[in-house]
């Protein structure tokens, strides 16, 4: 088959990684592959991941008509940040395909999107899907706090889902709700991940512990990674205190980093915060820490790349017993419960920094549960298979679509006046 | 349809309307329109299929796909053909689409479409053998032929036979008067020939003048590259020796073959022309050749020469007309049944 | 240029709507475009079709088309570049009509939110437009009132205008157009019973139902009329309804509330003929100046015979009456060209 893939192809990108190693195996099948990034402005060649050669930028519009021409199978790569997935979001509606859903909640992509000159389109998709009730845009200030504001309820997917042939999620979290927006195949499959694992990594910039032991917080630090949680968990027992240094490895605004700065200096917990960094760099601060704290509060990823990544790695991994972390092994990490997320937190830190936390064959079967579970092989395959299960209802996903749209358009939100009407039209095709 | 391209698959529901009318039928002409852009394919499906007649109409004949898609409980088809780009014309340069995954999936769902809509209907019906076949072939369909015949206002003029052999339709290279240039160039009598209708793209008019130039034979060949009146046509026929119809692989046999017969001359045509062969046989009123210039010529020269077979050859033509029943009584009889 | 002009279809129903669509593309054609007319079957009975058929109708497309002129709902849902549209009334089912308790929409479950649908939908489509124009100033203020939608307003020319150019009076007022109790002619024969000796009147138009040819006999025989009211019944051909019109000494056209001018009117003052019609006729009463082209009279037997009287007693004035008609009429400018001019432009 020929494949087109449209995805971020930045070195940044977790989700670009995850592309690699599925493409590696559809060629390894035989298949021919061609990818359109995604990413809103076009990557320097030296941001690129080496193995993208010869892609087509989502904004080469003949280009891309020409590659859709010919695809056999159309892959979308989609996740909440506008600024690797605009191209998914101009693209799918037309191009539909089978969409990898990489986080579940999509209000960023939304907002991003709207940003970018596209606020009249972003209001409609808003108001054909959520009813003209919510103007979300007025009464918004950050992205963030649309999502604090919404999150369970909307998650502001569906726009973009409706429009895929088949999706894949990488676990149950808010499955319902994109069950009810596609009328395609839906199915959870593992994330693909690998990390190459050199646990004799170092860096000279990674000062001494000095005797203690590191608490390592990877990945975009912002809100939700509830770095301020550890903080203070650390900081409510002194000989954790004095036994835990805390790292915050990854991309941080500003203001973030002086309120969690200013909050350490307070509570005196030794923090330092690192910032973005390359991938050896991470493998190297990976190498050093002795444990991960890997908190998702609310949790909004279809899967989670850092914590497989600390499960490859075979380190201790805390997570929050919430959406995809849910559905890991009890006994490969610690979960603990959302409702008592602090204490919790505490009991194991305090556990951890007095030596009495039992956790090396934890690791280990978190280890193989990782390499065996989160791989591109069957990935593959199923897309593939879901694709070609997808393509039996061409039609009628026309049709339904098309239909949908229109009486989106007109306001009818239940549209059972036209459902015998529309199964008669769609038994023709069957 | 599509808007404001007139022609051939118009006309016959224009005249079938007025035969209907003119039998004391009262009749409302549907026409829909649709465009070919394989995206909008299935939506637009969806909206004939919203037409229901039930109730409005006793009968409702459905002629161009997707006509056949609206409902009514006594649905009858006179298929002239499919979408060809999903059908036959999908092994060819004429598919619309790359032939992917995706396009595959979309051509088969409109088969299972098509063959689920047409096989509500009470009777179908097909405008000759070839698509007959085709409708059997790709839809599990059987029909009957129905052949399509002139209108009643076609006014045969009536001359003596004159020395040229006659093609009048649009000058296209399927049409292939191009090969009869080349053929007279190899005849060896006074035989002429008259190619007469207008170029759909503009060169292949002026080509064929310059190929007759080239070939020498400029002063036996007229080509009258504009649009002809039915009443220049009848007369062009009327004072022909015999005419001329090869396109390549047509569906049906083609108003000219008819008009050749209302005018009792024979047709000369080739074994790769497709439906006119359910007219047309060789010998008995007209000639069936290779598509070649040798073949073709040496045809040629026989009308010539053989004046008295030829226009036995006519008459028989006009006969077949009425042996394959090639009439409106016959259609409507049929429609109706 | 490649002109659609389209409009919906039930089988074998014809009125004026698609007289004037036929009309439409012919006086397109002779401007020198290309035109065609399409007719989409449209059902609206029963209600629960319809929102199916509007989906149905927004799917169609429309290839090798430049311009799309539109003249009813649910036809002007078709998308196109640029479509304008001329419509002669809104979908009266969803909006007026329910308003005053007659519409089927009341009947069905589902009555309201089809309404809203219809309502959102026309506003989608009226935005799109290039253009919108109505045929009369009610459909225009009602287009408001519900839609919130400005148009202009453009009047169906006539057809035939040719065959109207007046000529000498044989002293009879003539009442022409469809027989029907909303028309009114009843009330023309009680006038005469209250009008001079010499007042005569022509009523030739179709009747609307067998009821009303019988309703007027009658009438007529009870007041004695039969010497001075000429009745002429039947589907009559244009060029009759123009001989009618050219041979009168004036016109009388008296229909109750109509929107538009009515065709009547236009002929009366086209062939250069005076006009009676009443205070509660509605639009026609557009087309007349009391004392200078015509007389508005009461819708009253004695009121309307008092006009008739009028007319009939002073046949030179009443020409003169005519001729002014016909300037008034001339000077609305409804016509072909000025039509063309807008919807093609």
């Known amino acids: ?148 504001a919404t999150w369970p309820k909307y998650t502001y997917s569906e726009w973009l889902v409706s429009a895929a042939d088949a999706v894949i999620v990488h676990s149950d979290l808010a499955l319902s709700k994109v069950l009810a927006a596609t009328g395609g195949p839906v199915e959870v499959l593992p994330l693909p991940y690998e990390a190459p694992v050199d646990h004799s990594a170092t860096d000279p910039d990674i000062g001494e512990k000095y005797g203690r032991k590191t608490v390592l917080t990877f990945g975009g630090i912002n809100e939700n990674k509830a770095a301020d949680v550890v903080i203070r968990a650390i900081a409510a027992n002194p000989a954790t205190r004095d036994a835990l240094e805390y790292r915050l490895v990854g991309s941080i605004a500003e203001d973030m980093r002086s309120n969690l700065t200013s909050l350490a200096d307070i509570m005196g917990v030794r923090l330092t915060i690192v910032g973005q960094v390359t991938d050896e760099r991470l493998s190297a601060e990976l190498a050093n820490a002795d444990l991960v704290c890997c908190l998702r509060i609310p949790s909004l990823e279809s899967a989670s790349a850092t914590a497989i990544e600390s499960m490859l790695w075979s380190k201790p991994t805390i997570v929050a017993n919430t959406g995809f972390y849910s559905s890991l092994p009890d006994d490969a990490v610690f979960k603990v419960s959302l409702d008592h997320v602090a204490d919790e937190v505490e009991v194991l830190l305090d556990a951890f920094a007095a030596g009495t936390l039992e956790s090396a064959e934890r690791s280990e079967r978190a280890r193989r549960y990782a390499e065996s579970t989160f791989v591109a092989g069957s990935y593959a395959q199923r897309l593939v298979a879901l694709a070609e299960t997808s393509y039996l209802h061409l039609a009628e996903s026309d049709i339904v679509r098309r239909y949908t749209e229109y009486l989106g358009e007109w306001g009818v939100s239940d549209s059972t006046t036209v459902g015998p009407e529309l199964d008669d039209i769609l038994a023709l095709f069957r | 349809m599509i808007p404001f391209v007139g022609g051939g698959a118009r006309n016959i529901v224009d005249w079938l309307a007025d035969e209907l009318v003119a039998r004391g039928h009262e009749v409302e002409k549907v026409m829909l329109p649709f465009s070919d852009e394989p995206n909008d394919l299935f939506p637009q499906l969806a909206a004939f299929r919203s037409i229901d007649l039930t109730d409005a109409v006793d009968l409702a004949i459905c002629i161009r796909p997707p006509a056949y898609f609206v409902k009514h409980p006594r649905k009858v088809v006179w298929f002239i053909h499919h979408l060809r780009t999903y059908y036959d014309l999908w092994e060819s340069e004429f598919r619309l689409m790359q032939d992917t995954a995706i396009a595959r999936s979309r051509r088969d769902a409109l088969r299972r479409a098509d063959t689920a809509a047409l096989g509500e209907a009470s009777r179908i019906f097909v405008n000759s053998q070839v698509v007959g076949d085709r409708l059997a072939r790709f839809n599990g369909i059987e029909s009957t032929v129905l052949y399509p015949p002139l209108p009643a206002d076609y006014a045969a003029s009536s001359k003596p036979a004159g020395d040229s052999i006659t093609y009048v339709s649009r000058l296209d290279l399927t049409k292939r008067q191009h090969l009869l240039v080349e053929a007279l160039a190899l005849t060896t009598t006074e035989v002429r020939l008259v190619l007469a209708g207008k170029a759909a793209g503009g ?45 390549v692989d047509e569906d049906s046999y083609g108003y000219p073959s008819l008009e050749a017969a209302r005018a009792q001359r024979p047709v000369l045509t080739t074994t790769d022309s497709g439906g006119v062969l359910e007219l047309v046989r060789d010998g008995v009123n007209g000639r069936v050749v290779e598509p070649t210039a040798e073949a073709l010529a040496a045809a040629m020269d026989e009308l010539f020469t053989n004046r008295e077979q030829t226009a036995l050859m006519g008459r028989a033509l006009a006969d077949s007309t009425v042996e394959l029943g090639i009439s409106w009584d016959t259609v409507i009889e049929g429609l109706l049944s | 240029m490649k002109v659609l002009v389209a409009n919906n279809m039930a089988p074998f129903m014809w009125g004026g709507a698609e007289e004037l669509a036929v009309t439409l593309v ?17 059902r609206w009975d029963p209600v629960e079709d319809i929102l199916g058929q509007m989906l149905a109708i927004r799917s169609l497309e429309l290839p090798n088309t430049d311009r799309l002129i539109a003249l009813k709902f649910p036809v002007y849902l078709l998308r196109h570049e640029h479509k304008s549209m001329w419509l002669l009334h809104q979908f009266r089912q969803a909006y007026d009509l329910y308003d005053a308790g007659m519409s089927p929409m009341h009947d069905s479950v589902r009555g309201d939110e089809l309404r809203e649908a219809i309502a959102r939908a026309d506003g989608q489509s009226f935005h799109e437009a290039h253009a919108v124009y109505t045929n009369s100033p009610t459909t225009s203020d009602r287009l408001w009132h519900y839609n919130e939608v400005p148009s202009d307003v453009l ?102 509330d109509e929107d538009s001018l009515g065709y009547v ?80 432009s």
């Not at chain 1, 509606?93 to 606020?119: C, F, I, K, Q």
Request: hydrophobic fraction near 40%.
């Open chain 1, 1 to 148: 088959m020929k494949i087109l893939v449209f995805t971020p192809v930045g070195k940044q990108s977790a989700i670009a990684k995850v592309t690699r190693m599925v493409i590696d195996e559809l060629v390894a099948a035989g298949h021919e592959v061609d990818v359109v990034s995604t990413q809103k402005t076009r990557p320097a060649d030296r941001d690129v991941r080496p193995e993208f050669t010869g892609f087509v930028d989502w904004q080469e519009i003949p280009e891309v008509n020409m590659l859709r021409a010919h695809a056999d199978l159309i892959w979308h790569q989609v996740g909440n940040n506008y600024d690797f997935h605009a191209g998914n979001v101009r693209w799918l509606p037309e191009t539909r395909g089978v969409v990898s859903l990489h986080d579940y909640y999509l209000g960023g992509l939304l907002w991003g999107w709207a940003a970018d000159n596209h606020r009249d389109q972003a209001v409609d998709a808003v108001n054909v899907w959520y009813g003209r009730s919510i103007d979300w845009l007025r009464d918004i200030g950050l992205p963030h706090k649309l999502q604090a």
């Open chain 3, 155 to 256: 009047r169906p020319p006539l057809n035939d205008p040719e065959l109207f150019g007046g000529g000498r009076s044989d002293g009879y007022i003539f009442a022409g157009g469809r027989v029907t109790g909303a028309k009114r002619q009843l009330l023309l024969i009680e006038a005469m019973a209250h009008a001079s000796s010499k007042v005569k009147l022509v009523i030739a138009g179709p009747p609307e139902s067998y009821r009303d040819p019988a309703a007027l006999k009658k009438k007529i025989e009870e007041l004695g009329l039969q010497d001075r009211v000429h009745l002429d019944l039947r589907l009559l051909s244009r060029r009759e309804v123009g001989e009618y019109a050219n041979r009168s000494l004036a016109c009388a056209y008296i229909p109750f």
């Open chain 2, 203 to 247: 060169g292949y008019g002026v080509y064929l003048k310059e190929h007759a130039a080239n070939l020498g034979v400029s002063e036996r060949v007229t080509v009258d590259d504009r649009w002809v009146s039915d009443e220049e046509k009848s007369d062009l026929i009327a004072g022909s020796l015999a005419v001329a119809y090869l396109p």
């Open chain 3, 26 to 42: 012919d006086r397109i054609r002779r401007r020198g475009h290309e035109a065609e007319l399409l007719r989409l079957p449209f």
């Open chain 3, 265 to 344: 009117a236009m002929e009366a003052a086209e062939a250069g003929k005076a006009i009676i019609t009443t205070t509660d006729s509605g639009g026609v009463r557009g087309m007349v100046q009391p004392g200078n082209n015509g007389w508005i009279a009461d819708p009253t037997p004695q009121s309307l015979g008092a006009a008739m009287s009028a007319a009939t007693a002073s046949p030179a004035k009443t020409r003169k009456m005519g001729q002014a008609s016909r300037e008034y009429w001339r000077g609305m400018n409804i016509t072909w060209d000025y039509t063309l001019d807008r919807l093609l």
